[in-house]
């Protein structure tokens, strides 16, 4: 029960930044509905369903694109699943290898490696300024000029790097409101 506040927190925290995430959101789904799209030109009505293919697990006919429902089912499942390389071989026999491979691969590449890491790294940012209580900045002490002598200069980094992860701590666990009570 101790835990409990956290939580708390962290869901204020939540409602606070959906505002940020919007737009990365809507980006990733656009390039889905591309991605869609193109998979519909390629493959439109060509997967049979029910129909077994060698080498394909029972289902993974599912994943086609002879509809726009079942692209964004098949897209949606390259992104979150992640097995692309298994839906792939559904479109094998259909197309010539290096087509599909270049489909999925691209596929891959966009919506998981670049957008979905852009989505997290908003949602992350955003979770991370989102505070209750703003801290009060003492300028004096933001404006001092660190020091750069050569003994010192090693220290002077790691104190700071140390300030920099307080920080981030402090803006995760909660640490304003006592963590340990």
């Not at 204020?12 to 940020?20: D, E, H, L, N, Y």
């Not at 193109?38 to 029972?58: R, S």
């Not at 404006?143 to 307080?166: F, I, N, T």
Request: with cysteine; aromatic share 12%; proline share 4%.
């Amino acid at each position: 029960m101790k835990s409990i506040p956290r939580y708390r927190k962290i869901v204020k925290r939540t409602k606070g930044m959906f505002s940020v995430v919007v737009g990365p959101i809507i980006v990733l789904m656009t390039h889905m509905h591309i991605f869609v799209y193109i998979g519909m030109a390629l493959w439109h009505g060509k997967v049979i369903v029910g129909d077994p293919i060698e080498g394909v697990p029972q289902y993974y006919d599912l994943n086609n694109f002879n509809s726009y429902a079942s692209g964004t089912f098949t897209i949606s499942n390259i992104l979150i699943v992640n097995d692309w390389n298994t839906i792939s071989n559904v479109f094998i026999g259909i197309s010539p290898r290096w087509v599909v491979m270049c489909y999925f691969i691209s596929a891959n590449l966009v919506l998981v490696c670049v957008l979905l890491n852009v989505v997290y790294a908003f949602f992350v940012g955003a979770f991370l300024s989102v505070d209750s209580k703003p801290e009060k900045l003492d300028v004096s002490e933001s404006m001092e000029a660190p020091s750069v002598s050569p003994s010192r200069g090693a220290y002077v980094l790691k104190r700071s790097r140390r300030a920099s992860y307080d920080t981030l701590i402090h803006h995760v666990a909660g640490a304003d409101e006592g963590m340990h009570s």
